[in-house]
């Protein structure tokens, strides 16, 4: 499968490439990214022949919207063959003398932080007006009007723990989804649902809205399998489209040295035993372990695409090179006898 390939989302009526661009290590994650850098893998990845590039108001505190905005106006928006999707539940605001603004939230146990975000602070709202507001203000970042896809970001246990309950009713009771319908209904957005870490949220969802795709971040992947059995078959029978994002899980699948991450934290013993297991077999075939980890997921019938971030024009050329790198058979197949994937 080639990186540029076109694959339909759901029922959108819309097509992305097989491998899109995520963005969020445009905000500065785990390290600061110089605009020139961020702009040159931006570039990299559109001369590439890369159609679909994902951000989010969190991403640097609104510095990835601005950033990914200003490569996507150059590129001929009146011949518009690019699709983005940003996301609503946070508005970013500033403390200002006199004006009162909620408690901040709790530590969000996935949010790393970042270091050259700008100078904003976000405050979740999933509620029918902060879903309009977060849609009015992404679009004026970006620069030009309707986004492609919103996906709700973060609802769910993982982020919001005891006031889990609060948001979900925000979204559900207090009009997020309504937003949502009404924006897709008037044409100015081509789909919606939410982009999570956990699959039960998504579950949960499409009990409450029709869902046009999903992103699902660091669940399917080679060391993370557990949305095959009982998810991914809901998914199908849905015909919501999944975008699976994550598929490195914060990195332990392409580092090899240095502080590996899983889920945006250092790495457990156990998961760099497994790691290690899993770049045995895939050297045993002299195909790199990254390359495994971006081409799993797409070997599942509900996989619409990949999205993998990266900082620079050199990082975004060898994701490419391992979408598209061959890889035999036999590899899976030894890969599931060894009891490390399912399928």
């Known amino acids: 499968m080639k990186a540029t390939d076109k694959r339909p989302v759901g029922?959108?009526?819309?097509?992305?490439?097989?491998?899109?661009?995520?963005?969020?290590?445009?905000?500065?994650?785990?390290?600061?990214?110089?605009?020139?850098?961020?702009?040159?893998?931006?570039?990299?990845?559109?001369?590439?022949?890369?159609?679909?590039?994902?951000?989010?108001?969190?991403?640097?505190?609104?510095?990835?919207?601005?950033?990914?905005?200003?490569?996507?106006?150059?590129?001929?928006?009146?011949?518009?063959?690019?699709?983005?999707?940003?996301?609503?539940?946070?508005?970013?605001?500033?403390?200002?003398?006199?004006?009162?603004?909620?408690?901040?939230?709790?530590?969000?146990?996935?949010?790393?932080?970042?270091?050259?975000?700008?100078?904003?602070?976000?405050?979740?709202?999933?509620?029918?007006d902060g879903v309009m507001r977060s849609f009015d203000d992404s679009q004026q970042r970006l620069g030009f009007p309707r986004p492609d896809i919103l996906y709700v970001h973060d609802i769910g246990r993982v982020t919001h723990a005891d006031l889990h309950e609060h948001h979900w009713n925000a979204l559900t009771r207090g009009g997020g989804f309504k937003a949502l319908t009404e924006l897709r209904d008037a044409g100015d957005i081509k789909g919606f649902g939410l982009g999570v870490n956990e699959w039960q949220i998504i579950r949960d969802a499409l009990e409450e809205a029709d869902l046009d795709c999903s992103m699902l971040a660091g669940r399917y992947t080679l060391l993370d399998q557990d949305a095959e059995e009982d998810f991914l078959p809901l998914v199908q029978k849905r015909g919501m489209a999944l975008v699976v994002a994550g598929v490195f899980n914060s990195g332990i699948l392409a580092s090899t040295s240095g502080r590996r991450k899983f889920n945006y934290a250092d790495a457990p013993a156990e998961m760099i035993e497994r790691a290690e297991r899993l770049r045995a077999v895939c050297d045993a075939f002299e195909v790199p372990l990254p390359a495994a980890a971006i081409q799993f997921p797409l070997r599942h019938p509900t996989a619409t695409c990949v999205v993998i971030g990266a900082k620079t024009a050199e990082q975004i050329s060898t994701n490419i090179r391992w979408f598209e790198q061959d890889i035999p058979e036999d590899l899976w197949t030894t890969l599931r006898a060894d009891g490390l994937i399912n399928r």
């Open 11 to 128: 029922k959108t009526g819309i097509s992305v490439t097989a491998l899109g661009v995520g963005t969020a290590p445009l905000g500065g994650l785990y390290a600061s990214v110089a605009k020139e850098d961020a702009m040159a893998m931006l570039n990299a990845a559109w001369n590439s022949g890369i159609r679909y590039f994902d951000t989010a108001p969190m991403y640097g505190n609104t510095r990835s919207e601005h950033l990914t905005g200003e490569l996507l106006r150059e590129k001929t928006p009146e011949a518009r063959d690019w699709v983005i999707s940003t996301k609503v539940g946070r508005l970013m605001t500033t403390e200002r003398a006199g004006r009162k603004l909620p408690p901040a939230p709790p530590k969000n146990p996935l949010d790393p932080g970042w270091w050259n975000g700008l100078d904003f602070r976000e405050v979740f709202d999933y509620t029918y």
